[in-house]
């Protein structure tokens, strides 16, 4: 019993600290088994001196998905400014590896080519030419037109808001629990 009290005290800390109910914990506890291959952690999630864990547990795992909830109907329209403003920090944190408050184009660059990689399709100068022209408009967005020697320096979190201004962060950016039935008709 002492097990199972720990267990589901731990749970009820998990539901106070990212807003998943216990059944959603649980979804995504089987989810996170699968993944690491029923291991404590998942490893080798990036490669390279990025800075990133090698690993993360799964309290890790679940307090990175929480910023992938929807949007709550019960919000006010600032909540869900700050909700929003919270998922585009996350999202701006992924890009800047080295967290000094710039997305710099190396950068930019290497979460590019990182999702297209498993594209075999798209070779690398490909997907360094789509990140090197995402960068210019970036700079167009943020600060017009520039002089023929003027250097971009990357893209800060204020630029990142405004390039995101408009689009639809909240529904692009949220997990979706599918429940039972749905589960096994998708087998």
């Given at each position: 019993?002492?097990?199972?009290?720990?267990?589901?005290?731990?749970?009820?800390?998990?539901?106070?600290?990212?807003?998943?109910?216990?059944?959603?914990?649980?979804?995504?506890?089987?989810?996170?088994?699968?993944?690491?291959?029923?291991?404590?952690?998942?490893?080798?999630?990036?490669?390279?001196?990025?800075?990133?864990?090698?690993?993360?547990?799964?309290?890790?795992?679940?307090?990175?998905?929480?910023?992938?909830?929807?949007?709550?109907?019960?919000?006010?329209?600032?909540?869900?400014?700050?909700?929003?403003?919270?998922?585009?920090?996350?999202?701006?944190?992924?890009?800047?590896?080295?967290?000094?408050?710039?997305?710099?184009?190396?950068?930019?660059?290497?979460?590019?080519?990182?999702?297209?990689?498993g594209n075999p399709h798209i070779?690398?100068?490909?997907?360094?030419?789509?990140?090197?022209?995402?960068?210019?408009?970036?700079?167009?967005?943020?600060?017009?037109?520039?002089?023929?020697?003027?250097?971009?320096?990357?893209?800060?979190?204020?630029?990142?808001?405004?390039?995101?201004?408009?689009?639809?962060?909240?529904?692009?950016?949220?997990?979706?629990?599918?429940n039972m039935e749905t589960m096994?008709?998708?087998?």
């Amino acid at each position: 019993m002492g097990a199972a009290h720990s267990a589901s005290e731990e749970v009820r800390e998990l539901v106070g600290k990212t807003g998943f109910s216990s059944d959603q914990i649980e979804q995504l506890h089987r989810r996170f088994k699968q993944l690491s291959g029923d291991q404590p952690t998942i490893r080798n999630l990036r490669k390279g001196p990025s800075g990133l864990a090698d690993e993360i547990s799964f309290e890790d795992f679940l307090t990175i998905m929480a910023y992938f909830q929807p949007i709550d109907t019960a919000m006010d329209e600032e909540q869900v400014q700050l909700c929003r403003r919270e998922k585009l920090r996350f999202l701006f944190h992924m890009y800047d590896s080295d967290s000094d408050g710039r997305i710099t184009l190396d950068e930019y660059r290497n979460v590019v080519e990182e999702l297209l990689s498993g594209n075999p399709h798209i070779e690398k100068d490909s997907a360094r030419s789509i990140a090197d022209g995402a960068m210019m408009e970036a700079a167009s967005i943020c600060v017009g037109q520039m002089e023929p020697d003027q250097v971009y320096e990357g893209i800060t979190f204020d630029d990142f808001l405004k390039i995101w201004q408009g689009i639809d962060i909240e529904t692009k950016m949220h997990v979706r629990f599918l429940n039972m039935e749905t589960m096994a008709l998708c087998h």
